[in-house]
């Protein structure tokens, strides 16, 4: 079968890919080679027997070579080489007892203190009432003045900062994706 290349060649030049191809590769071929009709064979005990030796698997030969050493060991045997044998007698590390270094107590870690706990929820409450406190007094003002003082100008943002409420999300507008068909002769 001609490459991608070769076949580009031969269109440039007007001749036949077919042409090219090997005779083995065309529906002639193919077709010479299923035309016989195959018999099935009997089942085996229907098979003649042969006058000559059965066929036997050939001899194994050594490799070249050192000869590997290793095997398998008996459980009371060490395990220094063997890579599947399995440990029997793991020996657990010692470990120091652990010194939490917020509370200073022995017994448990910085990540697991419940002294820093009720620290972290102390702080969370306190943070959260003071985000409260600040969004509270901006909510009662008055949006309008009294009739009868005078216009004064909106009073300015603090320096710092203040944490907003999230804002909304604007409404969703609808889109309309009609599209009208119309004939050739429209």
């Known amino acids: 079968m001609p490459c991608v290349h070769a076949c580009v060649a031969l269109a440039r030049v007007n001749k036949r890919l077919e042409d090219f191809?090997?005779?083995?590769?065309?529906?002639?071929?193919?077709?010479?080679?299923?035309?016989h009709y195959i018999n099935p064979l009997p089942e085996q005990s229907l098979w003649e027997k042969s006058e000559q030796n059965r066929p036997q698997a050939p001899k194994k030969?050594?490799?070249p070579g050192p000869v590997t050493?290793?095997?398998?060991k008996d459980a009371d045997e060490g395990n220094e080489g063997s890579k599947k044998s399995k440990v029997t007698g793991t020996l657990k590390r010692q470990l120091k007892p652990f010194t939490c270094k917020y509370c200073l107590q022995k017994g448990h870690t910085k990540r697991g203190c419940p002294k820093k706990r009720a620290a972290d929820v102390a702080?969370?409450?306190?943070?959260?009432?003071?985000?409260?406190a600040k969004t509270k007094?901006?909510?009662?003002?008055?949006?309008q003045a009294p009739p009868d003082a005078p216009a004064q100008a909106p009073p300015e943002a603090p320096s710092q900062?203040?944490?907003?409420?999230?804002?909304?999300?604007?409404?969703p507008v609808e889109i309309d994706l009609f599209q009208s068909n119309y004939s050739d002769a429209q």
């Not at 191809?21 to 035309?35: F, G, I, P, S």
């Not at 050493?69 to 398998?72: G, L, V, Y």
């Not at 702080?123 to 409260?132: C, G, I, K, N, V």
């Open 123 to 132: 702080q969370a409450l306190a943070d959260a009432a003071a985000a409260a």
């Open 161 to 171: 900062a203040a944490p907003e409420a999230p804002a909304q999300p604007p409404a």
């Open 69 to 72: 050493k290793k095997r398998r």
């Open 21 to 35: 191809c090997h005779k083995w590769l065309t529906m002639d071929a193919y077709r010479d080679t299923y035309a």
């Open 137 to 143: 007094p901006t909510e009662q003002a008055p949006t």
């Open 61 to 63: 030969k050594k490799k």
